[in-house]
């Protein structure tokens, strides 16, 4: 009964997710500052709109935009396109946002060289640090012959992250990548960062701005063997990068917000050879996008079970070295070209659980099912025996790679030892000692019916006799 009660909810949870594009909402809460032009970016906003997204414009200053009212999300995913803003309304502050990722909405921070000191600190505590203010991102070898050096053309195959959760095959062999004006980061030690796009080998970090006579004097006679290099080069620079929490909330970082401009949204520029080609933003910022509003890459545990063989219901209590199964059923989250989403199966050949006790005593992996018909999902299972020792132990599932949900599930059941007329009468194990035991006796026996015969043989006469 609590097994079909448990498939209904999983039903009617499926059904109402499947209404949304987005595995977690539509609500989007865009934060603007106020020398933006928002008409300069319409063509990307178009694209969310036409995703299904409801995009709401607020101010970072406005005190009317209100992540929760009443402890209740008011919006499932945030664009704060605030770079160098250096005051912000009480609901939107660097404390008030951590805690609004804590419980799950989506961010996506768009930035520029002109990054305020309170976004730096914010950003440090994703493990992000930043480069100067006012460093741009150059590139005197791969930028249009007629824009500034600062304008660099990115090719996709070498410079974007080779995941397939994030970005499709289709935006990896795209056009070239116009990144704008940007600024570069480099990652810390963070375990959840992913680093989605980096600079080419030939960029490095600059200011991009005339030299007066004073400072090219300077600047000549420090480009000896005491002149300062880079900081930032080649690959080591950052351009785009993701976070995803433990609670699968994601987070996105990137450096140049003009890349979103109407200019380079399925634009034609012409490359160092001369050449024209088709610029694939559009194509990149939507995976990214929706990667991090959670279109794609999420996956989610629809229901485990664990019995023993031969059986189909699960137990709270096993006995040591009874053959067990374990089985967990996995689904992921599809869109389809005409807005819809749906739950379907999800194949992976890296899955494994650990039936632990503090530590885990066995760890194996789990094997798709092709029995079983994959309707939402599909079916795992792992068929091992209960280890030679009795207690609580925990059925465990992790499974945490870079650009899908994080997955952890637990199931409780206890191993208990045998009852004392449960053990078997012979203990396979022992048959040396029964042998030796009953060798002994035999040859006691032996030894005293030949001692007790070769003396009865014998009369007392015999015995003066022989003194």
């Not at 949304?20 to 603007?32: E, F, M, P, Q, Y």
């Not at 994030?166 to 990144?179: D, F, K, N, R």
């Not at 092709?370 to 792992?382: D, I, Q, W």
């Not at 203990?427 to 042998?435: K, R, S, V």
Request: hydrophobic share 35%; aromatic share 12%; with cysteine.
């Amino acid at each position: 009964m609590r097994l079909a009660l448990s498939a209904v909810l999983s039903l009617f949870g499926l059904a109402g997710l499947s209404a949304a594009r987005s595995s977690t909402g539509d609500r989007v809460l865009v934060i603007l500052e106020p020398q933006l032009v928002q008409d300069d970016y319409s063509k990307f906003w178009a694209s969310l709109k036409e995703r299904g997204y409801e995009l709401t414009f607020k101010g970072p200053k406005d005190d009317t935009a209100k992540l929760f009212e009443y402890d209740e999300p008011q919006y499932d995913h945030l664009i704060m396109y605030a770079p160098s803003a250096k005051a912000f309304a009480e609901s939107l502050s660097p404390r008030a946002l951590l805690n609004a990722q804590f419980n799950g909405i989506n961010t996506l921070y768009l930035l520029s060289p002109s990054i305020s000191e309170i976004n730096r600190d914010t950003f440090r505590e994703y493990d992000l640090e930043f480069a100067e203010r006012d460093s741009l991102l150059l590139d005197a070898f791969s930028h249009p012959p007629d824009a500034p050096l600062s304008t660099v053309l990115l090719p996709p195959p070498s410079t974007l992250v080779h995941n397939a959760a994030i970005l499709s095959p289709s935006t990896l062999s795209a056009g070239p990548i116009v990144y704008p004006s940007g600024t570069v980061h480099s990652l810390g030690l963070n375990p959840y960062l992913v680093e989605v796009l980096h600079a080419p080998k030939t960029a490095y970090v600059g200011e991009e701005r005339p030299l007066d006579a004073d400072e090219a004097e300077v600047e000549a006679a420090t480009s000896g063997k005491g002149a300062k290099e880079a900081i930032l080069t080649g690959k080591k620079a950052a351009l785009v990068s993701a976070m995803q929490t433990r609670d699968n909330a994601r987070i996105g970082f990137v450096g140049s917000g003009a890349m979103l401009r109407d200019e380079y949204w399925g634009a034609t520029v012409k490359g160092p050879d001369g050449r024209s080609h088709e610029t694939s933003n559009a194509e990149f910022i939507s995976d990214f996008t929706k990667w991090l509003f959670q279109e794609t890459g999420v996956v989610k545990v629809i229901s485990t079970t664990h019995h023993r063989e031969g059986e189909s219901g699960p137990l709270e209590l096993y006995r040591i070295k009874d053959d067990l199964t374990y089985s967990m059923t996995v689904a992921a989250h599809y869109t389809t070209p005409n807005g819809t989403s749906y739950w379907g199966p999800w194949h992976a050949d890296d899955l494994q659980m650990d039936f632990t006790m503090l530590d885990p005593h066995i760890r194996t992996a789990l094997k798709e099912d092709k029995s079983v018909t994959p309707e939402l999902g599909t079916t795992y299972t792992a068929k091992f025996r209960a280890p030679d020792r009795h207690g609580v132990f925990k059925f465990v599932v992790e499974y945490w790679r870079p650009g899908w949900s994080y997955i952890r599930t637990s199931d409780t059941a206890s191993v208990i030892p045998f009852r004392h007329d449960e053990y078997p009468r012979f203990i396979d194990g022992a048959w040396p000692f029964y042998t030796a035991c009953f060798s002994m006796s035999f040859a006691f026996l032996l030894f005293c019916t030949i001692w007790v015969s070769t003396t009865a043989d014998r009369t007392p006469g015999d015995k003066k006799k022989s003194e």
